[in-house]
């Protein structure tokens, strides 16, 4: 559909889901279903018997047309088989071992030959996150591993790592972890503080 408009002129939330629910087939080409069948025959059929110009045709081709679109997505859901998760290994340690990146989604999608689509379910699969999420993870987790280990200031941790502003690292990091970087840092401090109490040499 257009911008703003509304396929069958569905409810702007069942819109917007059948839209991207079109949008996001696995694959181009898959095999058909006795459900599909019957619902293209039942347009068809609805088509040449119902007068034209009618409110029942009118609301009868919606129904069917709707019907098949429902019919198509689940035979096409159903066609797809992820492939396996080496596909975007390569893309997983490359996010883990330099978070700092950008990794555009079309890049990701070029690099691993699979639909966006695709690739974000078999992140999801391997990962348990899409892949902005999963990129955003791996910067915390290096936010964290940095707040232990130097006496950088936040802000610059947070520019190192690609973050808008400290306030944006803090954000998602409190998100994350529950508590603050500066509380993060400050936790590390007084772990380390004991653990030399405890073992002096």
């Known amino acids: 559909p257009k911008q703003g408009a509304r396929p069958l002129g569905l409810p702007p939330d069942e819109a917007a889901w059948l839209a991207d629910a079109l949008r996001s087939f696995p694959r181009r080409l898959f095999k058909g279903t006795e459900r ?4 293209f025959h039942r347009l068809f059929l609805l088509y040449d018997t119902l007068p034209s110009g009618t409110a029942q045709r009118r609301l009868a081709l919606r129904a069917a047309g709707l019907d098949l679109l429902l ?8 066609a797809c088989r992820l492939p396996s998760p080496d596909r975007i ?8 071992k330099h978070p700092e990146r950008d990794y ?7 690099q691993s030959a699979l639909s966006p689509c695709v690739l974000t379910n ?7 996150l899409p892949p902005h999420a999963f990129l955003l993870s791996c910067r915390i987790q290096r936010a964290k591993e940095l707040l232990g280990t130097s006496r950088e200031s936040i802000t610059r941790i947070a520019a190192a790592l690609n973050f808008a502003s400290a306030q944006h690292l803090a954000m998602h990091f409190k ?4 508590t603050t970087p ?7 401090k007084e772990h ?3 653990n030399h109490q405890r073992h002096p040499c």
Request: glycine share 10%; no cysteine.
């Open 122 to 128: 078999l992140f999801k699969q391997t990962t348990g």
């Open 192 to 194: 380390h503080a004991e």
């Open 36 to 39: 599909v069948r019957n619902a």
């Open 175 to 178: 998100r994350e972890t529950g």
């Open 89 to 96: 290994a390569a893309l997983i340690s490359a996010m883990q």
């Open 71 to 78: 019919a198509l997505i689940e035979a096409g859901a159903g």
């Open 182 to 188: 500066t509380g993060w840092r400050k936790t590390v």
């Open 104 to 110: 555009p989604a079309d890049a990701l999608a070029r």
